[in-house]
């Protein structure tokens, strides 16, 4: 199998003047051979040796979910029918050899687990397939804290799972492998565009639903250890600060808070009206505790009842997923009838034994990291580079054309690579990007998502969601007219691509 080379990697390549070629991930083998001639006493010939072995195992896959299956080996070809005998009356042609067994499909990639949620529920986000890089998890964990907490209970943690009491757990039990708590908002933000729209599907009023970010005070929200007052997250449980400037400048989209001492998510701490506090709910007992400290709630945190009141956003770790095995080789062919014995004649050759089928094609693809379907031609390739200084400039939302791509001076034609990229404004100056790309000798299509973040003439890149291959590159860029249209201009010493905009 060609493995399909996204941009990063094919100009890394280019930079390092090393030449990346594809490889073929099933190893064709020769037929066996036919059998020995009889002897004087003109005995059968001997069946064809044994076809070939199975394929190599796949090539790791994408990120999200498991890989697909590859495709079926091809049956080994027929053996050669046995020769006639030599001597007086002929021998009968040996009957051809059977041709081998299809090559078994390729197993489904070991992916990580699509739900997010350690025991493979979601009670948030629930469209597994509109937000595959974010999840909403209740569960319940005694080991206080929200920050970098190691597994404690071996991910068995979860309203569904094996211990769902939480005994022993922390807040990352609530997180299938492959997942983490999110870190705060730009981590939210990159992983749904949209932040906490869409929590509430799938899950059961009231909730919160807590990240790993927290703050110095007075909405100053951060991450880390020195930042523990309060809990901030998604879901209809807790205080709302969305008319809060403060908030909605350092805390948004996650405007949900506990509050002091999570009164915001309890009965008993005197909240006033204006939170959605759990003493609107009587049926429900208090499920969040967060310690006596009015500044360190984050480092107190622990939640009892499971099934109830929320519980974790876990978002996707980067790069995660692997790719489907590779499918079996097939058997080999039998050998041909060996010649019936003339006067004198020796026996008819064996048939050749059937050729070995290829093992089916390893699993390319996880779950696609975009929807953006690549629609541009392949770049041109002036002979000439003429990179422009690059002078920064805002970048404009919308969908891009890769219309050239250029390395040390104009040879560009085995990294010819056609690609659509889509550019969505985050909060403050994060972009994310989509690239769906087609290798110029390959029809596959790698699908990336990045976040850039401009700042000056500079591009600091990101990878969200990896394709087969890729990497980051610290461009400088450009956003100049062309004829009335944005073209934003990416380039790294005699290394530059340029994409014109086409709509929003």
Known sequence: MKRVLGPGLALACCIAMVCCGGSDDSNEVVAGSGGADAG??????TAGSAGGTAGASGQGGLAGAAGQAGQAGAA??????????QGGAAGAAGDAGSGGEAGAAGSAGAGVNPAGCADGTREGFADMLKYQFIAACNGAWDQPGIFDMPPGCNRQAGNDGVNAAGV?????DLCAPGWHVCYGRDDVLLRNKEGCLGVMDGATSPVFFTTQMSSTGAFECSTGQNSANDLFGCGDLGCNFSSNPTA???CAPLIMSSHDLCKGLRNDGDCGDW???LGKYPALDNAWSCGTDTEKEALNVVKSHPDQQGGVLCCMDDN???????GSGGASGAGGDAGSSGAGATGGSAGTGGGSSKGGSSGDAGTSCTDLANTGPAPACPTTATVPAPKGGALTPGVYHLTQYQYGGGACASFNIATTIRISALM?????????????????QQTELKKWKPSGTSIEETTICKGAVNIDIPWSYSVVDNGGKPRVILSLGTVYRVFDYVGP
């Open 40 to 45: 004087a006493d003109s005995s059968a010939g």
């Open 76 to 85: 080994g070809s027929a053996g050669v029918a046995g020769q006639a005998g």
């Open 168 to 172: 022993g757990c922390t807040v990352s």
């Open 248 to 250: 909605q400048q350092k």
């Open 275 to 277: 939170c959605n506090h």
């Open 320 to 326: 995660s997923g692997t790719g489907g095995a590779a």
């Open 428 to 444: 403050g100056d994060y972009h994310q990007v989509e690239l769906a790309s087609i290798f110029s000798s390959n029809a596959d």
